[in-house]
Nanobody
């Protein structure tokens, strides 16, 4: 079973950048497609981006295209989310789940980390 630990969250001003990391343990990491979701207070958890097991294909929600990039380093068993031009509305807990399937639904992801808080100030 893969275990996931997110890090890199913090406080950033609107327009600024952050890079989130998700460290994975377990021998089958490369077989998992990985994603980032976020959940703001009082709102449902929403899909942000996903990357295939090979790292060769990525998918993004329209609102982040051109500003946010998902990547993975197989040697380090780590997935990253580079976030630029952050907006206040993107304040949320960011989660890095893994799936043996592919998609944007929360229920499709079998393994979740504990999340990391991102706060965007004005």
């Amino acid at each position: 079973q893969v275990q996931l630990v997110e890090s890199g969250g913090g406080l950033v001003q609107a327009g600024g950048s952050l890079r989130l990391s998700c460290a994975a343990s377990g021998p089958t990491f490369s077989s998992y497609a990985m994603a980032w979701f976020r959940q703001a207070p009082g709102k449902e958890r929403e899909f942000v981006a996903a990357i295939s097991g090979s790292g060769g294909y990525a998918n993004y929600v329209d609102s982040v295209k051109g500003r946010i990039t998902i990547s993975r380093d197989k040697a380090k068993n780590t997935v990253y989310l580079q976030m630029n031009s952050l907006k206040r509305a993107e304040t949320a807990v960011y989660y890095c789940p893994g799936t043996t399937c592919w998609g944007r639904s929360v229920g499709m992801y079998q393994v979740w980390g504990q999340g990391t808080q991102v706060t965007v100030s004005s």
